[in-house]
């Protein structure tokens, strides 16, 4: 079975919850604390859905249960 790789605009990203501004993501992209984008062509870029998807679950298990 062959596997689609899906990729996200800038925009896609804001629609997953990333609530960060493009100049917050390249940043972060640079800093190794976001997945780098690729390049579509001189003035596109997009990201790998999945590293996304990783990136949230990672955030998601480290975060400090709330006590009843």
Known sequence: METVMR????DQLKAKGIPYCR???RRKAKAGEFPP????????IAWIEAEVDDWI????????????
């Open 23 to 25: 100049e917050q993501v």
């Open 37 to 44: 984008p690729i390049s579509l062509s001189n003035h596109r």
């Open 57 to 68: 679950q990672a955030r998601a298990a480290r975060r400090v249960p709330v006590a009843a």
């Open 7 to 10: 990729i996200l605009t800038f």
